[in-house]
């Protein structure tokens, strides 16, 4: 049985795998580690379950955790990606001297690029001169969308568009970069209209991020979108709005880089199509991430599955469907 202390100095989670490294142009290894801390203050977006993770943990059991999961760290120079289900950037997360103190285990390490993801009302010079250490820090931000009304009133994301430039650009002068998270189908939007919200959201985002990351929305536990999606008012997105989305943001401008980690794909609570294409389609968006090649995503054209016709009259019919759980 695993004790209390135990847990707290566990990461929820830490894995091997490959990363896209734009400075270099090619995939090389990354380590993620998702640490165990108080939990994210804000705990109101409206898809978000992962205050479930936290727990009442010192900083001493976060360094502890970190220092397990870098354990795991590959003999070549890797990117570390740090999350806490909350904000990195958060004194009430992680302290201050915690920051300085992971910062000095990165540099005893080869870690080329640190990533850590934040709110933006935690962002500020200071703090971002604490993680310098790495050659490359990446903060990401969890936008979702740069429209205001979507944000606001359909995910309650509770900060702004504004915001959240004024905080890239702080990132951006200060010599660090930003990856900047879409959420592809939150709430209340239809799935044509959430296509087009990404896209354009893209363009917005552009001109302040690095990467660009999709987050394919999945329904989570204990969340007012799972209640929601028991009572058939949510379907999560197809997998073919991701690829028709990814496609279109790389064909505006070729140098955008995005990720898409499709977490849930292919099960019901996550982004899916019929079940007989689905992991077809997974491969390639796992693929693009690691080659940032859009021709991996143009031979899924070969893909001659029936549910592509369906999800064709979706979008057709969309602004007559809207509201209905049909399809
Ligand atoms: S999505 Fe981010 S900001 Fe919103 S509740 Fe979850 S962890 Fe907090
Ligand atoms: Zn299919």
Not at 35 to 60: D, F, I, P
Not at 220 to 226: I, M
Request: proline share 4%.
């Amino acid at each position: 049985m695993t004790s209390p202390n135990n847990k707290k100095q566990t990461p929820v989670a830490s894995w091997l795998d490959y990363d896209f490294f734009p400075e270099e142009q090619k995939a090389i290894k990354s380590l993620t580690v998702i640490l165990r801390t108080v939990g994210c203050q804000w705990r109101k977006c409206t898809m978000c379950g992962y205050w479930h993770e936290s727990a009442n943990v010192t900083q001493a059991d976060i360094l502890t955790q970190l220092e397990r999961a870098l354990r795991n760290s590959p003999d070549e120079p890797f990117i570390l990606k740090i999350f806490t289900s909350g904000s990195f950037l958060d004194e009430r997360e992680i302290a201050s001297d915690t920051r300085k103190g992971i910062a000095k285990m990165v540099k005893k390490r080869k870690i080329k690029k640190l990533i850590v993801e934040t709110r933006p009302e935690f962002i500020n010079a200071e703090k971002i001169e604490d993680l310098k250490a790495v050659e490359h820090l990446e903060l990401a931000i969890g936008l979702e969308t740069a429209d205001d009304f979507i944000r606001s009133k359909y995910i309650n994301k509770g900060f702004s568009f504004d915001d959240y430039r004024t905080a890239a650009e702080i990132v951006n002068e200060c010599g660090a970069i930003v990856k900047t998270y879409l959420l592809l189908k939150p709430p209340f939007i239809s799935e044509k209209r959430a296509m087009e919200d990404v896209v354009k959201s893209a363009a917005l985002v552009s001109p302040y991020s690095s990467t660009i990351s999709l987050n394919l929305c999945n329904v989570q536990k204990y969340t007012r979108l799972e209640d929601l999606w028991k009572r058939k008012y949510y379907r999560p997105p197809w997998l073919w709005s991701a690829v028709e989305a990814i496609k279109e943001i790389k064909q505006r401008d070729a140098n955008v880089v995005v990720m898409s980690d499709p977490v849930g794909a292919g099960h019901i609570r996550g982004p899916h199509n019929c079940g007989k294409c689905d992991m077809a389609i997974i491969g390639a968006i796992k693929k693009i991430n690691i080659t940032q090649d859009l021709g991996v995503l143009e031979r899924l054209e070969e893909i001659d599955c029936e549910c592509k016709e369906v999800w064709h009259a979706l979008i057709k019919f969309d602004d007559f469907l809207f509201g209905s759980n049909l399809l």
